[in-house]
């Protein structure tokens, strides 16, 4: 069961403010919601999956189905910087061969988070990766 435009806006607007706590059930996971302060006067959206987090979900390393519903990123393991001085010491066509290889110049890395910048975002994410998705209430869950 898909939620519905109405569902969505008011999960959002309780993820909007300080503190505020959203549980799903989405594809047999209890997936909860919270925003929390992260780092000075910012506030983050932290998802929990079965009521916890662990750091084994967060490497791309291994793959666990609880990572489905972390904000997933792919980033290139070699900065723009980096790459840029490397080219400038060694010239454009060795630096080429290089990257023409499979090298550390061309891979990525995935790093699973399990933080959101905004509960809109979040609450996109779980609707485009679940098949399922349910709004558990308060007394449901007591």
């Known amino acids: 069961m898909k939620l519905t435009k109405e569902q969505r806006q008011e999960l959002i607007n309780k993820l909007d403010s300080p503190w505020g706590r959203v549980s799903l059930l989405c594809d047999g996971h209890k ?3 919270a925003v929390e302060r992260a780092k000075g006067m910012r506030y983050r959206v932290i998802t929990y999956v079965d009521g916890r987090w662990e750091g084994k979900w ?6 666990h189905p609880e990572q489905k519903f972390l904000n997933k990123q792919v980033r290139p393991v070699v900065s723009k910087k980096y790459k840029a001085d490397m ?15 499979e090298s550390y110049l061309t891979k990525n890395i995935t ?23 349910q709004i558990v209430t308060e007394e449901e869950t007591a």
């Open 58 to 63: 967060m490497s791309g390393r291994e793959e």
């Open 31 to 33: 997936v909860s919601l």
């Open 87 to 101: 080219e400038k010491a060694v010239g454009k066509r060795y630096f080429k061969k290089m990257c023409a290889e």
């Open 111 to 133: 790093v699973y988070n399990i933080s959101w910048a905004s509960g809109r975002s979040a609450i996109n994410h779980l609707c485009k990766v679940c098949d399922s998705i």
